[in-house]
């Protein structure tokens, strides 16, 4: 993997931050949630495009469940069933990581090594940045842990064979499809997405997984981000917002993911978004529902009730302003509490 002198590392760094300030930046949830627990890493990932972050198990069942269950027509142009388990996620964000290399070198024509094993020097990097099997005594043993495990390099024959598409086991896909099946089962879920209708409730538009941009006037960055799905019903007037999560956890302790995560700062996004949109209508109330899948296949739903979406509201705007701090002034050694008092923060 390219390594760099500080002074070529200084130009790099530079060249790649003035391309990404070189227009006014569209900033996701996820971006500026990144932005907020850890500058120094959204900067790494977004603006030195360093991505070395890869899917977990977790994250790829929920993909494949919003594919399922959204766009069940994609699934054959996203997805490849794999006979065999796939790599745990350490071994596997090392393989990912050091495959996205090959793909440049094959890409730039520099390179003719197709086997794991002939990138072994990638593999210690990887493994390295990771402290990954760093307490091993040699470098022979830590790359054993990587090139000898059939199933690592069935992933990697795998991953050049299947390019683009992402990589389930049947376990994972029958999980998935079950899960999609009793989701489709539910009244409520039914009702939140628009697929019950009636005589009196017939005029209904339904959008999954639209991608929808806002410009904001007053800050350094602008938003965008896809919503799952976008219902528009307009014999009662309503517009609803729903964002499917899954967790790993059981439906009692979602609340503890909305904060943890910030979920509450999604919703303020997706509001935002559509009312900025073709899809907005001044005189249509919104709801914004959370359609919950946990662990033991149980599905809900959550409504987020007009008080509380006005809380959370407020809070994004606090969110705001702290992003702001760090993309009108391009500081991203701290997060914006420790940044204001020089590191030390006084409690």
Not at 241 to 269: A, G, H, P
Not at 309 to 327: D, G, I, P, R, S
């Amino acid at each position: 993997m390219k390594k760099f002198t500080i002074e070529e590392g200084f130009s790099e760094r530079m060249a790649k931050e003035n391309e990404f300030f070189s227009t006014k930046p569209y900033v996701s949830y996820s971006g500026l949630n990144k932005l907020l627990y850890s500058p120094a890493l959204y900067y790494k990932h977004y603006i030195l495009k360093q991505r070395d972050d890869t899917s977990s198990v977790a994250a790829i069942e929920g993909k494949l469940i919003h594919c399922l269950l959204l766009t069940p027509d994609n699934f054959d142009k996203e997805y490849q069933i794999v006979s065999d388990a796939l790599p745990s996620d350490n071994p596997k964000k090392v393989i990912d990581t050091v495959f996205e290399h090959y793909s440049i070198l094959k890409e730039e024509g520099t390179d003719e090594r197709e086997d794991l094993i002939e990138f072994s020097g990638a593999i210690l990097d990887v493994l390295a940045d990771m402290n990954l099997y760093q307490s091993l005594k040699t470098d022979e043993q830590r790359i054993a842990k990587i090139v000898d495990v059939p199933k690592h390099l069935d992933y990697w024959f795998y991953l050049k064979n299947c390019r683009g598409k992402t990589l389930i086991t049947q376990e994972t896909y029958d999980f998935a499809k079950g899960a999609v099946e009793i989701a489709l089962e539910s009244i409520v879920i039914r009702k939140a997405l628009g697929l019950i209708t009636d005589d009196f409730n017939i005029n209904i538009e339904n959008h999954n997984e639209i991608e929808l941009a806002c410009v904001l006037e007053n800050y350094a960055f602008n938003i965008h981000g896809i919503l799952d799905s976008l219902v528009i019903d307009h014999d009662n007037k309503l517009i609803k917002i729903n964002d499917f999560k899954t967790t790993s956890k059981d439906l009692t302790t979602f609340k503890d993911s909305i904060e943890f995560y910030r979920y509450w700062m999604q919703v303020c996004f997706y509001v935002m978004l559509v009312k900025n949109s073709i899809y907005y209508k001044e005189d249509y109330k919104i709801e914004v529902r959370f359609l919950i899948i946990d662990c033991y296949q149980q599905i809900a739903t959550m409504l987020i009730s007009d008080t509380t979406l006005l809380k959370w509201q407020e809070a994004t705007k606090e969110c705001f302003e702290k992003a702001n701090y760090h993309l009108a002034n391009r500081v991203f050694d701290l997060p914006y509490e420790f940044a204001q008092c020089e590191g030390e923060l006084i409690i």
